[in-house]
Structure formats: C-alpha cells, structure tokens
C-alpha cells in the first residue's frame, strides 16, 4: 500500500503529445482578417479541380509565377497549407532586403537596379509579417534542411499539407517550367521511411493572366522510386505534369499559343 498522495512506483506516465509550437492549425486572427479583407477586392480565380476529395495531409507542388502564385493560392486554395520558402525571408529585415533585391527583383524579375532599391526597401518591412502571418517553414541549401524535413515530418504527423514550389526560377518565373528541384521527393521518402506512409502529391498550376488555377489527381513518390526512377526522374515527371496542366486547361481558357 501507498500513502496518500504517494504516487505508486513502476507505473507509467502517459506520454504527453508534442504540441508544435508557433504554427498553429488555423491562421492567426490579424492575418486572416487581413486576409479577408484582401479577399474582397481580389477577383476569385476559376478553380478546375480534378479531384473529388483533396487530402489534408498531403504535399502540394505549384509553380511560382513571380508574386502572385504564393498569393492567390493563400487566398482560394480549397486546402490550408503551411508553405515551404527560403530561409532569407524568415531572416530580419537586410536578409530580407538582400533576397528581395538581388535574387527576386534584380536576378528573377529583371527590374532595373533604381526601382528594385526602391521596391526591395518598400517591400523588405512588410515581407517579414506576412510570411509569419504565413507560418513559412524556411528551407536551406546546406544540412540545416535536416531540421526542416523532422520539422516538417511534424507538421504531416497532424494532418496538416504542405505547399512547395519547386520550380527552378533562377532565370526568371516562366509558363513552361523546365526544372523542378528534388526537395519534395526527399520528403516524401523520409516520411515514408519513418511512417510507413507515401503521401499523396498534387500537381497545381495556376496562370494569372488566365486567372484559373488547375489540381491535377495525386501521383506517390515513393510509388515511382520503386518503379525504378530515381528521384531527379521523379521531380521531372511531376514538372511535366504541371506543364501538361498548362496545356490542357489554360491554353484553352486563353486560346494562348503553346
């Protein structure tokens, strides 16, 4: 017998559930408000969706194309999402403004050097809120992306999706993609390996001056790497869809040439 009050020896704790802090499963209030305002001065984009059921948990690849992708998406994708970006934006404000004024407006947007220090400074106080507001989860391009996967593995474990564009954008956002880097591959085979789950991927495209975003059906990495394709294989059958999207369904709401 126990004393009152004495817990009994060899009995065992429950194991209390790691809680993620700083990324909760909504929006914060201020955003989405903002968000909503936004929204009513935005005009909806068509939205052709391939799917009877999109996934929660499930990884989302979408083009870029420039600013308005991450936006529009934010705005009226059917799913909530925490997005993949680079570290630089989750810096303080001169890593910020360094991102913003030599890789995104100088090296991808090709502004001229005088409206891109002006658009950059603008900018660079501003990006810091709304990619919090966003829960961005920063990506490296050295081992630090080890604790962005186990972050991320997290994020999946509470059936959260996450958003990654993975296009190669370092000449420019184009409407015919012609790379899509392998992170999102690397990411489905860890939380394979450590789940025992291949999550489903879907493909979006989205094209403003169609303003129509298509969700193509899920495809499983990890499916693919069994079928004997190696991950760079894998990263550009799913660029190939997206650019199969663009074909089928934007062209024809734009009669655009191919």
Known sequence: MTRKGEKKKGRKRKKKKERIWGTPKKRGKFFTFFKGLLRIFTRKPKIINLNDKIEDRAIYLSNHSGSSGPFTLEMFFPKYFVPWGTYEMCGGYRDRWKYLYHVYLRQKKKV??????????????????????????????????????????????????ILIFPENSSDGYKAVLEEFFAGFVLLAKTYFKHRGVDLPVYTVYWDKKANTMVIDKPEYCNALLKSGKTAKQVAEFFKDKANALRSAFILKETAMPA
């Not at 990506?139 to 604790?147: E, F, G, I, K």
């Open 112 to 161: 001229p050097a005088f409206f891109a220090f002006i658009a950059a400074t603008v900018a660079a106080c501003f990006t810091g809120m709304f990619y919090k507001g966003l829960q961005l989860v920063a990506t490296y391009p050295d081992n630090r992306m080890l604790s962005t996967l186990r972050y991320t593995h997290r994020l999946l474990d509470e059936g959260r999706g």
